[in-house]
């Protein structure tokens, strides 16, 4: 019997365990700080394999492979890839031998995808793929993805293990964190949502907080899920930076999960062979708790849900470049700006339909930037044509969207589906097949029904199709009954339907009355999405009012801003604002260069919307409003914005540094997500930060800081083994004479630490990093 299959007949009987950590524990038996954790094990093999076989002696039924940062991005070069693959899963299949399975551990390249990041989503499942082929060739068939924050960084390693073994156990996991939310702003229930349609064995989370924060995280997931669900919770959260929690009280807590519904329990940073052997043997040979999913139907993308069937969804129709030259020009010369300011401006809208018109005519990668781009923010509607431009825009999807549209033809189906069913998402269907639109209610039915068959014999679930009843112009002689009498059929057979609203007034004056009468009419029917113009303030209050008559929402639920008739307010500085929050580059151009012409100062421009908008921004992610993806977004908008105010900022003599700021990663910490995400914040603060980046050594940071001057020096550090080299930087700072403050911060850090060890100052995040850099140099003594 293979290893994938074993484990799930194991299922089927109990709860299976797996070990506890790897890194943590090899730290405990004589690890250093700051080497790769994958080269050290292979060259200290025995080590490693005594680590395995005390994880299998404990009761573990399965142990990980030391694989976790695996990757090229981390090892560097292909045959080191390959090579240390093949060693560490050797390692541990040699030290446990029959007596459990052993499955690989796969962690995030430790890359931002785009545009968040240089890595696109094909680099990351090439990475993937690279790794996945080394593992499977040492037989290993159970891959745990573990620790991810992106949920599409998670589904390039998914498909990356599905397409090279097709045949493979695979458990994708994310890591949440304060609010229980990853870093990228995806919640367990969107995940669940992703991972429903994806083609996975289990779902969960680990690391990240302690078991008492991750249980509400895996109930979350039980209540929703298809899958079996996974999880690995650390050893409580370390305290001034070692992890406290004994092994009976993380058993537990382990019994908790059991008792929650969860498959598959192990445990992360900070457990160790004696947690796995206490939890094992509380909750000793027990069957998963099963219970029936609730089903659900969500439109998602990295940072956002929208429910279906609630109420009747709005889809933005404005990208599209039918009768729009501005927009044809645009797409014409590549300008991805232009459509991505589009789709901002739509930000009132459930869902974006994205049509690029005649695809061949789009430039290399187009394609790409938008929806890659577009990854947060309103779930989207592909409404493109050409099967390799669909599959690259479910590529950059973190999230469930639309396909728009299939036809009822076998081939055409054929032609589209797979990237659906590998993606996950929804389809419209349209009532149209070899011979054309059906002419009557019944045609129509019958030649969806035609469609449904088609794609429920590619194994799609009718409950994913969003029946279109098709809306023609009232110019061409459209019978507007037809449309009702259609959509009555569709409600009738149980679809979700879709329907293209503007069209009936397309070639006719006063179309917005025209349109927003249709949406009145189909609004009692039970349409669930309405393509609309969200720009147009008339249709978009008849929507809304059409929802709060049927009792979907409440009065006081969605208020609509004050629009002029052109729905845009003429406060450029209020527009200017929300367009850095949004990271809408095309808009914060525009608006800067309006309220320059307006006689605005550079500096007033600075001060009253950029420092204004970076404030607010500051404030949204602290508050958990906003995420990674949204911050580096509103930071390429300010650095669009400081670009065109340089110039003038240079002529009004007006100086924008707040202070000079030398930033590390501390000596063996090789961690800098959260450190670059600290220099983006103090950047748009207006300080100038000379970032040394990741595992710096203490002489050169000082060195560094004497050089420049520097008023402060920001020392980030995630590993409990790395916080005391911080220690030693200030020790030399001081020896050397060297004034600048001092600031602290992460991820195992707490103040009472940062004040024994000299710290002038403490930041938890990176919001609080600027407030404290502002503080000390309200305060400085220099």
Same mark, same amino acid.
């Given at each position: 019997m293979t290893q994938e299959n074993k484990l799930k007949e194991l299922l089927q009987k109990r709860i299976v365990f797996l070990d506890g950590a790897t890194g943590t524990e090899l730290q405990k038996r004589g690890m250093p700080s700051g080497v790769s954790t994958e080269e050290w094990a292979a060259s200290n093999a025995e080590i490693l394999k005594a680590m395995h076989s005390e994880y299998a002696e404990a009761g573990a039924d399965i142990v990980l492979a030391c694989t976790f940062g695996g990757t090229e991005a981390k090892l560097k070069t292909p045959d080191k890839v390959r090579n240390l693959n093949r060693k560490l899963a050797d390692i541990a299949i040699d030290a446990v031998g029959d007596r459990v399975m052993v499955a690989a551990s796969i962690g995030p390249t430790g890359n931002l995808i785009h545009p968040s990041g240089a890595m696109t989503w094909k680099d990351a499942y090439q990475l993937f793929s690279t790794q996945v082929t080394?593992?499977?060739?040492?037989? %290993?068939?159970?891959?745990?993805?573990?620790?991810?924050?992106?949920?599409?960084?998670?589904?390039?390693?998914? #498909?990356?293990?599905?397409?090279?073994?097709? !045949?493979?156990?695979?458990?994708?996991?994310?890591?949440?964190? &304060?609010?229980?939310?990853? #870093? &990228?702003?995806?919640?367990?229930?969107?995940?669940v949502v992703l991972t429903n349609q994806l083609p996975v064995d289990a779902v969960g989370a680990n690391c990240g907080n302690g078991p008492e924060q991750l249980l509400p995280i895996i109930q979350q997931m039980v209540r929703f899920s298809t899958r079996s669900i996974a999880v690995e919770p650390n050893a409580g959260l370390p305290v001034d930076g070692s992890y406290k929690m004994t092994p009976e009280k993380f058993a537990g807590w382990v019994e908790d999960f059991a008792r929650s519904g969860a498959s598959i329990i192990g445990g992360c940073c900070g457990s160790g062979p004696a947690h796995v052997r206490e939890y094992v043997s509380l909750v000793g040979n027990r069957p998963v708790v099963k219970s029936e999913p609730e089903e659900i139907h969500l439109l998602t993308s990295v940072d956002r849900m929208v429910p279906i069937g609630d109420r009747m969804l709005s889809v933005g129709e404005s990208i599209n470049p039918t009768g729009k030259k501005n927009m044809l020009n645009s797409l014409s010369k590549g300008d991805f700006f232009a459509v991505i300011s589009l789709a901002r401006a739509q930000g009132r809208a459930d869902l974006i339909d994205v049509n690029l018109g005649l695809e061949k005519l789009l430039t290399d990668g187009f394609v790409h930037e938008i929806f890659s781009r577009l990854s947060i923010g309103s779930p989207l509607s592909v409404d493109l044509s050409n099967p390799a431009n669909i599959e690259t825009a479910f590529c950059e999807m973190g999230g469930i969207g639309v396909f728009n549209s299939l036809i009822a033809t076998e081939k055409y189906i054929g032609d589209r589906i797979n990237t659906l069913l590998r993606h996950g998402g929804y389809t419209v269907l349209l009532p149209i097949d070899e011979d054309g639109l059906g002419r009557t209610a019944e045609e129509r039915m019958s030649k969806l029904e035609k469609g449904i068959a088609i794609l429920k014999s590619h194994g799609f679930p009718e409950n994913r199709i969003i029946a279109d009843p098709i809306v023609k112009p009232l110019a061409t002689g459209a019978d507007i009954r037809l449309i009702l009498d259609t959509l009555r059929l569709f409600k009738q057979r149980g679809l979700l339907t879709i329907a293209g609203v503007s069209n009936i007034s397309h070639g006719l004056p006063d179309r917005?009355?025209? /349109?927003?009468?249709?949406?009145?009419?189909?609004?009692?029917?039970?349409? !669930?999405?309405?393509?609309?113009?969200? #720009? =147009?303030?008339?249709?978009?209050?008849?929507?809304?009012?059409?929802?709060?008559?049927?009792? /979907?929402?409440?009065?006081?639920? %969605? $208020?609509?801003?004050?629009?002029?008739?052109?729905?845009?307010?003429? =406060?450029?500085?209020?527009?200017?604002?929300?367009?850095?929050?949004?990271?809408?580059?095309?808009?914060?151009?525009?608006?800067?260069?309006?309220?320059?012409?307006?006689?605005? @100062?550079?500096?007033? %421009?600075?001060?009253?919307?950029?420092?204004?908008?970076?404030?607010?921004?500051?404030? +949204?992610? /602290?508050?958990? *409003? #906003?995420?990674?993806?949204?911050?580096?977004?509103?930071?390429?908008?300010?650095?669009?914005?400081?670009?065109?105010?340089?110039?003038?900022?240079?002529?009004?003599?007006?100086?924008?540094? *707040?202070?000079? %700021?030398?930033?590390?990663?501390?000596?063996? =910490?090789?961690?800098?997500?959260?450190?670059?995400?600290?220099? +983006?914040?103090?950047?748009?603060? !207006?300080?100038?930060?000379? =970032?040394?980046? $990741?595992?710096?050594?203490?002489?050169?940071?000082?060195?560094?800081?004497?050089?420049?001057?520097?008023?402060?020096?920001?020392? &980030?550090?995630?590993?409990? @083994?790395?916080?005391p080299e911080m220690e030693k930087v200030i020790s030399l700072a001081k020896s050397r004479g060297v004034s600048a403050r001092i600031l602290v911060g992460g991820a195992v850090l707490t103040e009472k630490y940062a004040d024994l060890i000299g710290a002038d100052a403490y930041a938890p995040d990176a919001y609080a990093a600027v407030q404290a850099a502002v503080s000390l140099m309200q305060n400085d003594g220099k």
């Open positions: 080394a593992l499977a060739e040492t037989g %290993i068939n159970i891959f745990f993805l573990e620790t991810f924050s992106d949920p599409r960084e998670l589904k390039a390693a998914v #498909l990356a293990v599905r397409d090279s073994v097709p !045949d493979a156990f695979i458990s994708a996991q994310m890591t949440f964190g &304060s609010g229980s939310l990853s #870093l &990228s702003g995806t919640s367990p229930t969107a995940l917005s009355s025209l /349109n927003a009468a249709l949406l009145a009419s189909l609004a009692p029917l039970g349409l !669930d999405m309405a393509i609309i113009d969200v #720009l =147009d303030s008339k249709v978009l209050e008849m929507h809304r009012n059409t929802q709060i008559l049927l009792g /979907n929402i409440d009065p006081v639920e %969605i $208020k609509l801003p004050e629009l002029d008739p052109q729905g845009v307010s003429p =406060d450029f500085m209020g527009i200017l604002r929300k367009s850095i929050i949004v990271g809408d580059r095309r808009q914060t151009e525009a608006s800067g260069r309006e309220l320059l012409e307006s006689g605005r @100062t550079a500096r007033e %421009i600075l001060e009253e919307g950029l420092a204004s908008a970076m404030e607010q921004v500051g404030d +949204l992610y /602290n508050r958990k *409003k #906003l995420f990674l993806p949204h911050l580096i977004a509103s930071a390429g908008a300010s650095a669009v914005l400081t670009k065109l105010l340089k110039p003038y900022l240079e002529k009004e003599n007006v100086s924008s540094c *707040k202070g000079r %700021i030398v930033l590390a990663s501390v000596r063996g =910490d090789i961690h800098d997500i959260g450190k670059n995400l600290v220099a +983006l914040f103090l950047r748009n603060a !207006d300080f100038k930060v000379l =970032d040394l980046g $990741k595992d710096v050594h203490a002489d050169e940071i000082v060195r560094k800081a004497a050089e420049t001057n520097a008023d402060i020096i920001a020392l &980030s550090a995630l590993m409990s @083994t790395t916080a």
